[in-house]
């Protein structure tokens, strides 16, 4: 739409519309040679963790957790989360690997004005089946593991970890419903307890997938999305869109691939698999849109390919875009679609009446040259404060 004035007051939208009295006092800025659009979503962020392509996850894991202080972990995140900010990026979904809720901590930090950085949600810690995704650690040594999952032992402590998350004040539940490479995932009964009890206090519940057979129990057991769905069947998908389960496909570019392989020191010119897997990808996704899989955009970008991590969940648009999504589909994906699975869609994700002013603007053909516009930012709006303006 064209001509439209969106009136602010503090940290919300009061009207937006084509004839709206402006005061006389008001601040005026105008965005009219622009594309403008509600703040973009991440909606599969991990803030609090960081590698290096040749990095072992384990290993890294292990070191973060032993030699690097919670302190010195949440102020490296801070400067993560305020490069989101500059791409337009005004709210992300975190979702574990964060040491034991320090992205609570550091979403409050946020809200307060303390730092600066996008809307956290915050899932705390992963709940998982014994040795959470941290691969090979002695039976001596588990209790390491505790520091950033919590392990889940039976139904009722499923309950109780629950409990113990929203006495944290999380916002979200993220589990694992398989934790690859360990050989342990959670229970149908087990992921049952915590989706029950999380559903009961208002929270949504969110797993980790890898296989189709732990996404088609997952989904059984009555989650709200999967993250990853790599190998999705088609009758998983089909149960997907009957139940209104949504998917967060995080895809990567076949430039951030090769990336991340030249970084490890590969050369991707002899890595032949890679055209396969892209091809892989792009059909799993096409078939979820197929079906009319609600599809919620999530970068899950957290090695470190020498851009900030802002810059580096822009990759998500670009793998979308290969494999086929339409641009307003994807803008939708990012905006509107993540924020109804947070159950925030009167908040976030939109421009109306009531609505947070997380308002940023984009140069360019949007629908024509989609990859360069939407990296093209020139105005960020956050909680009504201006973050970036070199619109004039």
């Given at each position: 739409?064209?001509?439209?004035v969106?009136?602010?007051?503090?940290?919300?939208?009061?009207?937006?519309?084509?004839?709206?009295?402006?005061p006389?006092?008001?601040?005026?800025?105008?965005?009219?040679?622009?594309?403008?659009?509600?703040?973009?979503?991440?909606?599969?962020?991990?803030v609090?963790?960081?590698?290096?392509?040749?990095?072992?996850?384990?290993?890294?894991?292990i070191?973060?957790?032993?030699?690097?202080?919670?302190?010195?972990?949440?102020?490296?995140?801070?400067?993560?989360?305020?490069?989101?900010?500059?791409?337009?990026?005004?709210?992300?979904?975190?979702?574990?690997?964060?040491?034991?809720?320090?992205?609570?901590?550091?979403?409050?930090?946020?809200?307060e004005?303390?730092?600066?950085?996008?809307?956290?949600?915050?899932?705390?810690?992963?709940?998982?089946?014994?040795?959470g995704?941290?691969?090979?650690?002695?039976?001596?040594?588990?209790e390491?593991?505790?520091?950033?999952?919590?392990?889940?032992?039976?139904?009722?402590?499923?309950?109780?970890?629950?409990?113990?998350h929203?006495?944290?004040?999380?916002?979200?539940?993220?589990?694992?419903?398989?934790?690859?490479?360990?050989?342990?995932?959670?229970?149908?009964?087990?992921?049952?307890?915590?989706?029950?009890?999380?559903?009961?206090?208002?929270?949504?519940?969110?797993?980790?997938?890898?296989?189709?057979?732990?996404?088609?129990?997952?989904?059984?057991?009555?989650v709200?999305?999967i993250?990853?769905?790599?190998?999705l069947?088609?009758?998983?998908?089909?149960?997907?869109?009957?139940?209104?389960?949504?998917?967060?496909?995080?895809?990567?570019?076949?430039?951030?691939?090769?990336?991340?392989?030249?970084l490890?020191?590969?050369?991707?010119?002899?890595?032949?698999?890679?055209?396969?897997?892209?091809?892989?990808?792009?059909?799993?996704?096409?078939?979820?849109?197929?079906?009319?899989?609600?599809?919620?955009?999530?970068?899950?970008?957290?090695?470190?390919?020498?851009?900030?991590?802002?810059?580096?969940?822009?990759?998500?648009?670009?793998?979308?875009?290969?494999?086929?999504?339409?641009?307003l589909?994807?803008?939708?994906?990012?905006?509107?679609?993540?924020?109804?699975?947070?159950?925030?869609?009167?908040?976030?994700?939109?421009?109306?009446?009531?609505?947070?002013?997380?308002?940023?603007?984009?140069?360019?053909?949007?629908?024509?040259?989609?990859?360069?516009?939407?990296?093209n930012?020139?105005?960020?709006?956050?909680?009504?404060?201006?973050?970036?303006?070199s619109?004039?």
């Open positions: 739409m064209k001509e439209r969106i009136h602010i007051k503090g940290n919300k939208i009061i009207e937006v519309g084509n004839r709206i009295d402006i006389k006092d008001a601040e005026i800025i105008n965005l009219s040679a622009y594309t403008v659009l509600p703040g973009l979503i991440d909606s599969h962020t991990h609090l963790f960081d590698q290096e392509p040749q990095d072992d996850f384990a290993e890294h894991s070191s973060t957790l032993v030699l690097e202080s919670q302190a010195l972990r949440t102020l490296r995140a801070v400067k993560r989360a305020q490069s989101y900010l500059d791409v337009g990026i005004t709210s992300i979904k975190d979702l574990g690997n964060s040491g034991e809720f320090l992205d609570v901590a550091l979403r409050d930090a946020i809200n004005g303390s730092v600066e950085g996008p809307r956290v949600f915050a899932a705390g810690q992963i709940m998982s089946g014994p040795g995704q941290i691969y090979g650690v002695q039976k001596e040594y588990q390491i593991i505790n520091n950033e999952y919590r392990i889940i032992k039976s139904p009722e402590d499923a309950i109780n970890a629950v409990r113990e929203i006495n944290q004040g999380v916002d979200l539940i993220k589990i694992c419903a398989d934790n690859l490479p360990n050989n342990t995932r959670l229970t149908v009964p087990e992921m049952e307890a915590i989706v029950n009890t999380a559903h009961m206090n208002g929270l949504t519940v969110t797993a980790h997938s890898i296989t189709n057979e732990s996404s088609w129990d997952a989904i059984r057991a009555g709200d999305g993250e990853h769905g790599f190998f069947a088609d009758s998983t998908l089909n149960l997907m869109a009957e139940k209104k389960v949504f998917l967060v496909p995080t895809e990567n570019s076949l430039d951030y691939m090769e990336t991340y392989y030249q490890q020191g590969e050369d991707p010119n002899e890595l032949y698999w890679l055209s396969g897997y892209m091809n892989d990808m792009k059909a799993r996704l096409k078939k979820a849109i197929e079906k009319e899989v609600i599809i919620v955009a999530g970068s899950d970008n957290y090695t470190n390919i020498h851009v900030s991590r802002g810059v580096s969940s822009q990759d998500m648009f670009k793998a979308y875009y290969e494999s086929g999504m339409k641009p589909n994807i803008l939708q994906s990012a905006t509107y679609m993540a924020s109804k699975s947070l159950k925030k869609e009167n908040e976030i994700g939109i421009l109306k009446q009531g609505s947070f002013a997380d308002i940023i603007a984009i140069k360019g053909d949007i629908q024509n040259d989609f990859l360069n516009t939407i990296k930012v020139v105005f960020v709006m956050k909680d009504g404060k201006v973050y970036m303006d619109s004039i």
